[in-house]
């Protein structure tokens, strides 16, 4: 079982960054493929970004590629979502997950069996 811990949202002006971090409790974090998904008002939770067990692998929504970075330290039990050049429609809770599925799923928020609190992104325009 793991815990999941998000940090780093807030506001931000429309071509700007943040950095969000999910540190994870639990001695197995590198057995879990992580995502982040986002849920913006009125609208139901979607797919941000998800990352190999391994890290050497990472898959984005078309909504934030070439903007959004994922990566992860095993070492640090972290994984890291680098966002850049946001806009207001990026505005939302933003979740960290973790899985035990194959990677192929890394997708379906369903196959997600732990859930970070979320943390409030606000782009302002």
């Known amino acids: 079982q793991v815990q999941l811990v998000e940090s780093g949202g807030g506001l931000v002006q429309a071509g700007g960054s943040l950095r969000l971090s999910c540190a994870a409790t639990?001695?197995?974090?590198?057995?879990?493929?992580m995502g982040w998904f986002r849920q913006a008002p009125g609208k139901e939770r979607e797919f941000v970004a998800g990352i190999r067990r391994s890290g050497g692998w990472s898959e984005y929504a078309d909504s934030v590629k070439g903007r959004f970075a994922l990566f992860r330290d095993n070492a640090k039990n972290t994984v890291y979502l680098q966002m850049n050049s946001l806009k207001p429609e990026d505005t939302a809770v933003y979740y960290c997950?973790?899985?035990?599925?194959?990677?192929?799923?890394?997708?379906?928020?369903?196959?997600?069996?732990?859930w970070g609190q979320g943390t409030q992104v606000t782009v302002s325009s």
């Open positions: 639990g001695r197995t974090f590198s057995s879990y493929v």
């Open positions: 997950a973790a899985s035990t599925t194959a990677w192929g799923a890394a997708r379906q928020q369903t196959e997600y069996a732990y």
